[in-house]
DNA sequence: TACCTTCTTGACCAGTAGTCAACAAATGGC
DNA sequence: GCCATTTGTTGACTACTGGTCAAGAAGGTA
C-alpha cells in the first residue's frame, strides 16, 4: 500500500521486451502511428488507448505520451495515416479523360470499401466531436474535392460546383457503405450509377449561383410518382 | 482526509434545490433527458456527462445513474430525443404531391440546420463509435427514408431505389453542412439543385438491379470536361 | 574515462464513470 | 394518528484511465 516515490536507483534491469530498445524519435513516432492503424482495423480509432499502444509496441505508456502529447493526438495521427493511403488510391490515372478518371475513382473507392469495411464505417462515422479529428475529415473530403477539380482540369471551382461536389462524394459514400452490407443490386450497376450521376448533377451544379436557375434539360416531376 | 464512511445518521437536513423534489420515475427521466437535450446545444452529444446534467437538475449524480445506467445511455437517450423533433418537421404536408412534399422537406431541412448549425453538425458527425449512437443514426436516416417512401405513395422501395434515397440524404446533409458555413450561393438556389437533384436521379436509381443499366436520358461525357 | 544529449521508464496524480448502503418522502392499511 | 412498505434519492466510496515527471539508461564524442 504504501508505495512512496522511491527517489533513485531502484530500477530493475534492462528487460528488453518487442519494440522496446532505443530508437530514434522518427522511428518510433512512425513505428507507433502504424501500431495504432493496425490496432484501427479492429478497434474504432476513438477507442484506441495509449497504453494499448505501448503494451502493443512493448513500451511504456509514459513514451507514447511522450511523442503524442493527448491520446487525442495520437488517435489523430492514426486517423490521418489511415486516410493518407485512401487518398493515395483515388488519385491516379492521370492519363485519361476527366469522365474516365471519375469512374476509375469511383471504383477505387468501392474496391476500398470492400477491404476495409468496418474500419472505414468507423472512421467516416466514429469520428467524434473531436476538433482535430473533425479537420482530418474536412482535410480528407477537402483532397477528394480537389482530385476532382484536377480531373476536370479547371485551376478553381465555382461555388455551387464545389458543394455539389461535396455533396456527390457523401452520396458515393453512404451509398457504398450501405451496399456493401448486402450488395442488394450488382457492383457495377452501383458503380455506373454514381457515375453517371456525377455527369448529371454537374452542369446544374455549375447554374447555382451563377443567375440561372437549372435551366437545362428536362425535368417532370411526374417522375418522381411511383403511383403513375 | 480520513473519510470513512460513516454507516449511520449523518445526514444532512433536505436541501431542496433547483429540481431536487421528489418525482416519479417518467417524470424524472423525462426532466433529466430534457436537460440533456439542452446541454447538446452547447456540448457535443458524446461529451455529456452524468454530473453535469445532475448539476443542472439540481439531483446528486447517483440518480442520473439510477435512471441511466451508464453515460452512454444518457448520451443515447439525449440522442435520440433531438433526432424525434427533426423526423418531425419533415413528415408534415400530406395532401400536396410526392414532388411537393419533397420540396417541403427540402425547404424544412435547411431551416432546421439554419436554427441549429453548431449542433446538428455536432450530432450529424460527432456520433463517436458508441453501437447505440449508430443505432440513433441509422434509426434517424431510416425515417428519413421512410418519409420518403410515403410520399412516393409507394408500400416498399426496390434495392436499388433504396440506396439512391440513403445517398441523395447523404448528399443534402453535407451540401447543407457545408453551404451553412458561408452561404455562397442564394438559397432557393441550393434547395432547387437538390430538388432536381432527386428528381433526375430517381427514374436511374430504379433501373439498378433491375437488369436494365441506366438505359435512360442522356448522359454526355464531355458535359464533365471543364475544358470543353 | 568523463561528459553530454536523447530516448525511456514507472511511480505517481487527478478526474471521472459507476456502486451501494442508507435515508426520506410518499402511500396504504389498521 | 401510527406503523410498515414501497420507491425516489443521496453522497461517500472505488476503480480505472488519461496524463505528469524526476530519474535513469543508451549511445555518441572528446
Redesign the pocket.
Same mark, same amino acid.
Not at 507507433?32 to 490496432?39: A, D, F, M, Q, S
Not at 486516410?83 to 476509375?104: K, Q, Y
Not at 484536377?150 to 461555388?159: F, I, Q, S, V
Not at 458515393?172 to 443490386?185: A, M, N, Q, Y
Given at each position: 500500500m504504501?508505495?512512496?516515490?522511491?527517489? *533513485? %536507483?531502484?530500477?530493475? /534491469?534492462?528487460?528488453?521486451?518487442a519494440?522496446?530498445?532505443?530508437? +530514434?524519435?522518427?522511428?518510433?513516432r512512425d513505428q507507433l502511428t502504424r501500431i495504432g492503424v493496425e490496432l484501427a482495423r479492429r478497434v474504432p480509432p476513438d477507442?484506441i488507448?495509449?497504453?494499448?499502444v505501448?503494451r502493443a *509496441? %512493448?513500451?511504456?505508456? /509514459?513514451?507514447?505520451?511522450?511523442?503524442?502529447?493527448?491520446?487525442? +493526438?495520437?488517435q489523430v495521427a492514426v486517423l490521418r495515416s489511415s486516410t493518407a493511403e485512401l487518398l493515395a488510391r483515388l488519385g491516379t490515372d492521370h492519363a485519361a479523360a476527366p469522365s474516365d478518371r471519375l469512374l476509375t475513382g469511383i471504383n477505387a473507392f468501392v474496391a476500398y470499401i470492400e477491404e476495409h469495411p468496418a474500419g472505414y464505417l468507423a472512421t467516416a462515422r466514429g469520428i467524434g466531436s473531436d476538433p482535430g479529428s473533425m479537420e482530418v475529415f474536412e482535410e480528407t473530403r477537402a483532397g477528394v474535392v480537389d482530385i476532382m477539380r484536377r480531373a476536370l482540369g479547371t485551376p478553381e471551382l465555382p461555388a455551387g460546383l464545389r458543394i455539389a461536389i461535396r455533396g456527390w462524394i457523401a452520396m458515393v459514400e453512404e451509398s457504398v457503405l450501405h451496399w456493401v452490407e448486402d450488395h442488394p443490386v450488382p457492383r457495377d450497376q452501383l458503380v455506373a450509377f454514381l457515375h453517371r450521376a456525377a455527369l448529371d448533377l454537374m452542369p446544374q451544379a455549375m447554374a447555382m449561383g451563377a443567375g440561372t436557375l437549372v435551366p437545362t434539360g428536362p425535368a417532370d416531376p411526374a417522375v418522381f410518382d411511383l403511383r403513375s
Amino acid at each position: 500500500m504504501v508505495l512512496l516515490n522511491p527517489p *533513485a %536507483g531502484t530500477r530493475q /534491469g534492462p528487460d528488453r521486451r518487442a519494440g522496446g530498445r532505443r530508437l +530514434d524519435a522518427d522511428a518510433r513516432r512512425d513505428q507507433l502511428t502504424r501500431i495504432g492503424v493496425e490496432l484501427a482495423r479492429r478497434v474504432p480509432p476513438d477507442q484506441i488507448s495509449a497504453d494499448e499502444v505501448a503494451r502493443a *509496441a %512493448g513500451v511504456s505508456k /509514459g513514451l507514447v505520451f511522450h511523442y503524442f502529447p493527448t491520446t487525442r +493526438d495520437l488517435q489523430v495521427a492514426v486517423l490521418r495515416s489511415s486516410t493518407a493511403e485512401l487518398l493515395a488510391r483515388l488519385g491516379t490515372d492521370h492519363a485519361a479523360a476527366p469522365s474516365d478518371r471519375l469512374l476509375t475513382g469511383i471504383n477505387a473507392f468501392v474496391a476500398y470499401i470492400e477491404e476495409h469495411p468496418a474500419g472505414y464505417l468507423a472512421t467516416a462515422r466514429g469520428i467524434g466531436s473531436d476538433p482535430g479529428s473533425m479537420e482530418v475529415f474536412e482535410e480528407t473530403r477537402a483532397g477528394v474535392v480537389d482530385i476532382m477539380r484536377r480531373a476536370l482540369g479547371t485551376p478553381e471551382l465555382p461555388a455551387g460546383l464545389r458543394i455539389a461536389i461535396r455533396g456527390w462524394i457523401a452520396m458515393v459514400e453512404e451509398s457504398v457503405l450501405h451496399w456493401v452490407e448486402d450488395h442488394p443490386v450488382p457492383r457495377d450497376q452501383l458503380v455506373a450509377f454514381l457515375h453517371r450521376a456525377a455527369l448529371d448533377l454537374m452542369p446544374q451544379a455549375m447554374a447555382m449561383g451563377a443567375g440561372t436557375l437549372v435551366p437545362t434539360g428536362p425535368a417532370d416531376p411526374a417522375v418522381f410518382d411511383l403511383r403513375s
